[in-house]
């Protein structure tokens, strides 16, 4: 069985991240690529 990855970019999204991760929770992994946030992004 092949996996899924999901691949999320962003920056300064501490608002929308917990969000946008509980959306993808439904894949095999999930990478996220941070673009130099200035907020609370961890």
Do not use: F, H, Q
């Amino acid at each position: 069985m092949k996996k899924i990855s999901v691949c999320i970019i962003c920056k300064n999204e501490s608002a929308n991240s917990a969000r946008c991760l509980e959306s993808a929770k439904w894949a095999d992994e999930i990478i996220i690529i941070d673009s130099g946030s200035t907020d609370n992004t961890i």
